[in-house]
């Protein structure tokens, strides 16, 4: 098969890996190398099923030895099936970035023979590119579970970003749905990788010549939809592998039925608001100081799906509303929902100077529709309604569902003389 074929066929395998990230690297090339990353350097672009796509996604291999229940390249699956060789990979890599098609490569692969045989080949490529081709690009890369913990060591040495595909939300539905793999097969090179780079970083603070190990961290994958686990379940596995993995992010990914098997659920269509509320729970997680057992409780141990976490959060706990925003504590401010993490910010630097009023507020950045139903200013409620969670509801939903102002219709100017 041409390399031109092998692209085609191994390029689509890959589509369904989440991997919509900045590189979140720093990388300087210098005169001797080829290119270099930046923490906001790598492009992005959008798939025809709505999923970010950024730098060459590419498999190595699509002929797995796996037979995955969920996974369009699963071994029982009749699709065409092909491996690119090391030095193909290397030279279709560089000469895309020559031509300024991509600015870094994402590389994963299904398992070809076993986990150590397709973990060589990996590290081979990214061996390469770093060491011969000199390429200082953005290296996004898959770790095979089950390989050996020095080809694991030797990836994060070359690559920005490792990560290692959790695939389920338990190890019950693992077995289920993924028999040859291997829950702790995940577990341990996640824990190998999440110490070492913490190693890493304390020994370049120490040494800044130090060499550098996965230095925009690892992340993980996870598929939603195709096992019956609720999103506590699933948030409590995330917000534990954020503190004990030293986890980057973990990304979801709606189940896209695309195999038939009794083992999975009968969808019509991907559950992409679910994936959607997720990142967005996620995020709270990650930034706002919640922790999952807030967010959710085994009276409610689905995100609702009609509005954001925060709001139905907010909507679930009317006493701690309504918040006096001319002198709640920074951590409070990032409850209210209409008030991000920069807007929390100015808040506390604009009160400084001034009692904060409501258009000072729109003039920082505060989404007042959704908002005002939860603050005070100076004693005083901006709506006194945050005892009736019901009709904020109601409010909160009519305030989404508002047509967006549509935008002025521009007009090209003709230049005099040239008509």
């Known amino acids: 098969m041409e390399t031109l074929e092998k692209l085609e066929v191994l390029a689509g395998s890959a589509r369904y890996d989440a991997s919509c990230a900045s590189s979140g690297s720093t990388r300087s090339g210098g005169k001797a190398s080829l290119g270099h990353a930046s923490q906001g350097g790598i492009c992005h672009s959008w798939s025809d099923d709505g999923r970010c796509i950024s730098l060459l996604k590419v498999l190595l291999s699509n002929d797995c030895s796996y037979d995955c ?18 030095q193909e990979l290397v030279d279709l890599t560089i000469s895309f970035y020559r031509r300024n098609y991509i600015e870094g490569l994402f590389l994963s692969s299904a398992v070809l023979k076993n986990p150590d045989h397709t973990m060589e080949r990996l590290v ?11 390429f200082a690009g953005y290296i996004h890369m898959k770790v095979i579970p089950g390989s ?9 040495l070359f690559a920005d970003r490792v990560s290692v595909n959790i695939e389920l939300p338990s190890g019950s539905s693992l077995n289920l749905l993924a028999p040859q793999k291997d829950k702790q097969a995940i577990l341990t090179p996640m824990a190998f990788l999440g110490e070492t780079i ?12 130090a ?3 996965s230095p925009a961290g690892q992340s993980t994958q996870m598929i939603i939809g195709a096992s019956p686990e609720s999103d506590l379940q699933i948030l409590r596995l995330s ?4 503190r004990t993995m030293n986890l980057k ?7 896209v039925p695309l195999t038939s098997d009794n083992r999975l659920p009968v969808l019509v269509t991907p559950p992409l608001q679910r994936e959607h509320r997720l990142y967005q729970a996620d995020w709270l997680l990650r930034n706002y100081g919640f922790n999952a057992e807030e967010i959710l409780s085994d009276d409610y141990p689905f995100l609702e799906e009609r509005i954001d976490p925060k709001a139905a959060w907010a909507l679930r706990h009317p006493e701690f509303f309504p918040v006096d925003l001319n002198r709640a504590e920074y951590a409070m401010l990032l409850r209210v929902p209409g008030i991000g993490v920069t807007s929390a910010r100015r808040i506390v630097s604009a009160r400084r100077f001034a009692v904060l009023t409501p258009e000072g507020l729109k003039k920082i950045g505060v989404v007042m529709k959704r908002a005002r139903f939860f603050i005070a200013l100076s004693g005083r409620s901006v709506e006194k309604l945050h005892d009736r969670p019901s009709l904020i509801f109601r409010k909160l939903l009519a305030a989404e569902n508002q047509p ?4 002025i219709k521009q007009r090209q100017l003709t230049l005099p003389g040239l008509e």
């Open 211 to 213: 060499p550098r190990f």
């Open 249 to 255: 992010r973990v990304y979801y990914s709606a189940f």
């Open 404 to 407: 967006q102002k549509t935008t």
């Open 148 to 156: 050996s913990q020095e080809l694991v060591g030797e990836a994060g």
């Open 69 to 86: 229940a969920y996974c369009v390249n699963r071994r029982s699956n009749p699709v065409q099936r092909t491996s690119f060789e090391v």
């Open 239 to 242: 917000q534990g592998l954020y």
């Open 198 to 209: 913490g190693n890493s970083l304390m020994e370049r603070r120490k040494n800044p010549k």
């Open 124 to 134: 081979g490529v990214v061996r390469k590119l770093r060491q011969e081709e000199r």
